[in-house]
């Protein structure tokens, strides 16, 4: 018996690694030159800034859509209507966008991809500025 609990052990941990980008709560995590790769190859995605909108109107990625982490819970969220629609959601530094993916993930969108925080966007930026 104790040579059979080590084996289960490493054979529980080699299968926590197998799942590669794919986080365990339902998102894949990818770094910001792979994202910006995704956003060259891919058509029909969503960019997600969860930050405040303040942030926000500072600095953001051209196109995105502001939905602050904070905003989102466990209603249906009108501006993101199609569960399986690829979504890229970044924040400031990281933290806040996996916060977000994991509860898209619990209002059952399907294709959320994590990328990290605009510190490290090194693309186009832009403002909103009032009119």
């Not at 059979?4 to 995590?29: H, M, N, T």
């Not at 249906?76 to 916060?99: F, H, M, T, W």
């Not at 925080?117 to 832009?126: S, V």
Request: hydrophobic share 40%; proline share 4%.
């Amino acid at each position: 018996m104790k040579k059979f609990i080590p084996f289960l052990l490493v054979l529980i941990l080699l299968s926590g690694c197998a799942a590669g980008g794919e986080k365990a709560d339902g998102y894949r995590q990818v770094d910001m030159a792979e994202a910006v790769s995704v956003m060259q190859e891919e058509d029909g995605y969503i960019i997600l800034d969860v930050r405040t909108p303040e942030e926000f109107a500072q600095k953001h990625i051209p196109g995105a859509v502001n939905i602050p982490n904070e905003a989102i819970g466990t209603d249906e969220i009108s501006a993101l209507p199609d569960k399986g629609q690829l979504i890229l959601v970044y924040c400031r530094s990281g933290n806040r966008s996996k916060q977000a993916s994991e509860k898209l993930v619990e209002l059952g969108y399907t294709n959320v991809v994590e990328f990290g925080g605009i510190i490290d966007w090194t693309g186009e930026t832009a403002t909103v500025t009032e009119g």
